[in-house]
């Protein structure tokens, strides 16, 4: 069912008093859960549940020759599929729009927060590379699956290892993992998507908070040291964000980030 | 044994809350139990095929996810899960979709959506402004007039029916609407007088809650909690106990 009028004017009634559905503040996040060796094929791999919404990520190595442009490092590909199972208003089929974008946030935070060190990945420049491939597999979507899809995609990096390279006779011996993990640095980005919905912004919404809303904006922060490094952004959505509705989802945005980081931080740690 | 035996007793409790529902059956020698589609439920021509069964030489085969049920010699079967399917004189809710020159197209949760023509409703509307009664993604309350084969006609000429005004609408698996119902209404009224909540239920799973935001949501609660143990052992009791704790 897609979302009914008087559900929309509810949730935004509700939202100008301060109040949500499920009676969370705006900017208070659902139970989240880590897990990890979902996928026994897959060097990496990851479920990660917020609420009802649950993610599952797969990470798989493999060797190739390098980009011309970049001849001493690895290469990096992010896939996202919503199939059926999540959600009534998804078909099967070649991913749609609203997964290529999903992928691309997920990659785009990743990738310019300068997470994975890609120079590490080379095994012999302009011949041989590591090419690190993730799979997003969206299994129930409750809403909010750009941050769940994100963080599974780094805790799956962080506890995948690399597999058994034969230089010799140029083969991956796949099912024999070494110790090496991948060569990641301390600048760990968490993607949080903030909504506007009528004229507030809240955090982690429900599929119908989603549905109710006009604007989403995607932000991947790091940490390495003291300050706080805003890596990549996108806005999606019709409506426009003002400047002052910006810097409130900035400082938002910051308040959640070292509340939710350590959180995260310890429950992939526990993984390891 | 002691767990066969205690199959039996949720068996049992099943088979009295559902014949209430349906209260013009006779709830003796009735015996149950789960299948799945293409399951052979009895052997022999003693039998014949009722609800979701078909007839395969001389067994009687299920179609559906469910329990069986033999009463005396017809089989049929209480489905679990699967869609809503629509019968005449049902009361659901559903969500306007499109709007032509004759009416209104409305989601009803089943296979096909349901039509409500311009003169099943119950006053005057102007022609040139339909949006006006009612326009694309509204809740209403109707009734279906009619089901032929792929179209579904709704009215709104009855009472209680009409557009849904405030509040908001939910859903659920319309095979768990009896249980949500309970024996002569006992389980919404609980809900109701709990939470201080106005509820009503489609037969197509879609439910209307309106009152505070603190009773809706718990109303949903407890409405998801039947929805996920729809059929366990002592469910009022369960009910009763979320709603007086939370």
């Not at chain 1, 996040?29 to 649950?54: H, L, M, P």
């Amino acid at each position: 069912m897609e979302l009914p009028n008087i559900n929309k004017k509810k949730i935004i009634k509700l939202l100008s008093e301060g109040k949500r559905i499920d009676s969370r503040n705006p900017s208070d996040y659902r139970e989240i859960s880590i897990e990890t060796d979902v996928s026994n094929k897959a060097e990496g791999s990851a479920r990660v549940r917020i609420g009802k919404t649950e993610v599952i990520v797969g990470v798989k190595l493999d060797v190739v020759t390098p980009y011309a442009d970049h001849p001493d490092e690895g290469t990096l590909m992010v896939g996202m599929e919503f199939s059926p199972i999540c959600g009534e208003r998804y078909e099967v089929g070649p991913p749609k729009i609203n997964a290529i974008e999903l992928s691309r946030v997920v990659d785009r935070g990743v990738r310019e927060s300068k997470f994975i060190d890609f120079k590490k990945l080379c095994i012999k420049e302009e011949e041989k590379v590591w090419s690190i491939m993730i799979d997003v597999y969206c299994i129930n979507d409750d809403g909010n699956v750009i941050d769940a899809s994100s963080l599974g995609v780094v805790a799956a990096l962080q506890l995948s290892k690399l597999p058994i390279y034969d230089e010799e006779n140029d083969q991956v011996k796949y099912g024999e993992l070494s110790e090496t993990p991948i060569p990641l640095t301390k600048n760990i980005p968490l993607a949080m998507t903030f909504y506007k919905v009528g004229n507030n912004i809240l955090f982690d919404p429900t599929r119908d908070e989603e549905d109710a809303s006009e604007a989403r904006i995607t932000m991947a922060i790091t940490s390495p040291d003291k300050d706080k490094i805003i890596n990549s952004m996108q806005k999606g959505g019709i409506t426009p964000i003002s400047i002052e509705e910006m810097n409130t989802i900035i400082e938002e945005a910051e308040k959640i980030y070292d509340k939710l980081f350590p959180e995260v931080e310890k429950m992939v740690e526990n993984l390891k | 044994m002691n767990e066969e035996e205690n199959k039996e007793e949720i068996i049992n409790n099943e088979t009295t809350e559902e014949s209430d529902n349906k209260s013009n059956e006779s709830s003796s020698n009735k015996e149950r139990k789960m299948v799945v589609p293409g399951e052979t439920i009895v052997q022999g021509d003693d039998y014949l095929p009722g609800d979701f069964t078909i007839k395969n030489k001389d067994e009687i085969v299920s179609q559906r996810y469910g329990l069986a049920e033999i009463n005396d010699r017809i089989v049929k079967i209480i489905p679990i899960s699967g869609v809503f399917e629509p019968r005449r004189s049902n009361n659901i809710i559903g969500r306007i979709t499109d709007i032509n020159f004759s009416g209104w197209s409305v989601e009803i949760g089943g296979p096909v959506s349901a039509f409500l023509p311009l003169s099943e409703c119950p006053r005057f509307i102007n022609k040139n402004n339909i949006e006006e009664f009612a326009t694309i993604g509204d809740a209403i309350n109707a009734k279906i007039w009619s089901v032929k084969r792929g179209s579904i006609d709704l009215t709104l000429k009855s009472r209680g029916l009409g557009v849904l005004e405030g509040g908001r609408l939910i859903k659920i698996t319309s095979h768990k609407v009896p249980r949500v119902i309970g024996r002569e209404g006992s389980m919404i009224n609980l809900i109701k007088d709990e939470t201080q909540t106005e509820i009503t239920v489609g037969q197509n799973g879609f439910i209307w809650l309106n009152g505070s935001a603190e009773g809706e949501r718990k109303a949903e609660e407890a409405i998801m909690l039947i929805e996920t143990e729809a059929s366990s052992e002592g469910l009022t009791d369960k009910v009763e106990d979320f709603l007086k704790n939370e």
